[in-house]
């Protein structure tokens, strides 16, 4: 069996692997509304395959509201909430879960017909294999993260949160990684300096993506809405970033210590991505490798924009949405940046021969 797929082959991959990476994109915006309307507790027990219907009548409805009652969201937060306001966050989470089903299915599904097809094999069926085994490893994490908000907290753990918005992320990255590896080029002929700075730009958006979870799910882009001052002065006060003990607690759990880390670790990403974008030019590494790292940074200035607004207007959820948006796309301009400058194995690259040299003649 061989490694290289069919051309009719590739194609049909390669639009499989973007419907996925869409909508892992919009799965993450949906999550961020569920989060932002305090809908991500509604629905209290993970039935991976009975759940996949909503309530079908009012006894239904009256169950579902019941067995929201019982959590400490609700007596602590919604008291009295009608069950007309009760349907509104039910269907937010009830949405992510069925999109989440539907990625599921919209991955295996066609994945099982090029297996069977022999389309896929190799280092990409391995790859192949890792992305589905960690996309059925996020349905737990959801649930992990849920539950967590189930027995004394009024909302979800943060660093389960953020556990799972980075797992989500991952794959993203993953995918498109994959995708670019499909797609014929030319070797890149730089400095490895300049791989080296692509690739601390994906680490350093990771972090920061991470980062940007832990602020949502501390509520801490309610807390220091100035900018660039915070908490009095440009660095707060020691005292009070390690103010819980011990010390290390503060990195997930203090409103401030968070928010900080948060920005100064945008500062270092924008000063990276300059870096980065100069030392191309300088480098003379050629159209598209300069093209790919100013597109980064343009994306990292518009995205410090938009956090920098989200913060000072103490998060309109249009706003946050937008913010969350804007960081998928600095994230796939990132991946796309260090896969342009990493060398390619031949036996990585599952392309056409052909393809290969119409990519390397264009």
């Given at each position: 069996?061989t490694t290289?797929?069919?051309?009719t082959?590739?194609?049909?991959?390669?639009?499989?692997?973007?419907?996925?990476a869409?909508?892992?994109?919009?799965?993450?915006l949906?999550?961020?509304?569920t989060?932002?309307?305090?809908?991500?507790?509604?629905?209290?027990?993970?039935?991976?395959v009975?759940g996949t219907?909503?309530p079908?009548?009012?006894?239904?409805?009256?169950?579902?509201?019941?067995?929201?009652?019982?959590?400490?969201?609700?007596?602590?937060?919604n008291?009295g909430?009608?069950l007309h306001e009760?349907?509104?966050?039910?269907?937010?989470?009830?949405?992510?879960?069925?999109?989440?089903?539907?990625?599921g299915?919209?991955y295996?599904l066609?994945?099982l017909?090029f297996?069977?097809?022999?389309?896929v094999?190799g280092?990409l069926?391995?790859?192949?294999?890792?992305?589905?085994?960690?996309?059925a490893l996020?349905?737990?994490?959801?649930?992990?993260m849920?539950?967590?908000?189930?027995?004394?907290r009024?909302?979800?753990?943060?660093?389960r949160?953020?556990t799972?918005?980075?797992?989500?992320?991952?794959?993203f990255?993953?995918i498109?990684?994959?995708?670019r590896?499909?797609?014929p080029?030319?070797?890149?002929?730089?400095p490895?300096?300049?791989?080296?700075t692509?690739?601390g730009?994906?680490g350093?958006t990771?972090?920061?993506?991470y980062?940007?979870?832990?602020?949502?799910?501390l509520?801490?882009g309610?807390?220091y809405n100035?900018?660039?001052?915070?908490d009095?002065?440009?660095?707060?006060?020691?005292?009070?970033?390690?103010?819980?003990?011990?010390?290390?607690?503060?990195?997930?759990?203090?409103?401030?210590?968070?928010?900080?880390?948060?920005r100064?670790?945008?500062?270092?990403?924008f000063?990276?991505?300059?870096?980065?974008?100069?030392?191309v030019?300088?480098?003379?590494?050629g159209?598209?490798?300069?093209r790919?790292?100013?597109?980064?940074?343009?994306?990292?200035?518009?995205?410090a924009?938009?956090g920098?607004?989200?913060?000072?207007?103490v998060?309109?959820?249009?706003?946050?949405?937008?913010?969350?948006?804007?960081?998928?796309?600095?994230?796939?301009f990132?991946?796309?940046q260090a896969?342009r400058?990493?060398?390619?194995?031949?036996a990585?690259?599952?392309?056409?021969q052909?393809?290969?040299?119409?990519g390397?003649a264009g």
């Amino acid at each position: 069996m061989t490694t290289v797929p069919r051309t009719t082959d590739l194609a049909a991959i390669r639009i499989w692997l973007t419907v996925v990476a869409g909508l892992i994109a919009l799965m993450v915006l949906v999550g961020g509304a569920t989060r932002l309307t305090e809908s991500g507790l509604s629905i209290v027990e993970w039935k991976p395959v009975t759940g996949t219907l909503p309530p079908l009548s009012e006894r239904a409805w009256t169950d579902a509201f019941e067995a929201y009652k019982t959590i400490p969201q609700y007596r602590q937060m919604n008291a009295g909430m009608t069950l007309h306001e009760f349907k509104t966050i039910f269907w937010w989470e009830w949405g992510h879960r069925l999109l989440g089903r539907v990625i599921g299915m919209v991955y295996l599904l066609p994945f099982l017909w090029f297996l069977w097809r022999g389309a896929v094999s190799g280092p990409l069926g391995r790859r192949l294999w890792l992305i589905f085994g960690l996309g059925a490893l996020q349905g737990a994490v959801g649930w992990w993260m849920v539950a967590s908000g189930l027995t004394e907290r009024t909302e979800v753990a943060p660093v389960r949160l953020a556990t799972h918005l980075s797992l989500a992320l991952l794959i993203f990255a993953a995918i498109v990684w994959t995708l670019r590896r499909l797609a014929p080029r030319a070797e890149a002929e730089v400095p490895a300096r300049l791989r080296l700075t692509a690739w601390g730009l994906v680490g350093v958006t990771f972090v920061q993506l991470y980062l940007g979870a832990l602020v949502a799910g501390l509520r801490a882009g309610l807390v220091y809405n100035t900018w660039p001052d915070i908490d009095g002065g440009l660095i707060p006060k020691a005292a009070n970033l390690w103010i819980q003990s011990p010390w290390w607690i503060n990195l997930f759990e203090n409103d401030l210590t968070v928010q900080f880390m948060h920005r100064m670790t945008a500062y270092t990403l924008f000063l990276l991505g300059a870096w980065h974008a100069f030392d191309v030019m300088r480098a003379g590494a050629g159209r598209t490798v300069v093209r790919g790292a100013h597109r980064l940074l343009a994306a990292i200035l518009v995205q410090a924009g938009l956090g920098i607004a989200t913060l000072l207007m103490v998060v309109p959820i249009s706003l946050a949405l937008l913010h969350q948006g804007t960081a998928i796309i600095v994230l796939t301009f990132a991946v796309l940046q260090a896969e342009r400058l990493s060398p390619r194995r031949v036996a990585a690259v599952v392309v056409p021969q052909a393809a290969v040299a119409a990519g390397q003649a264009g």
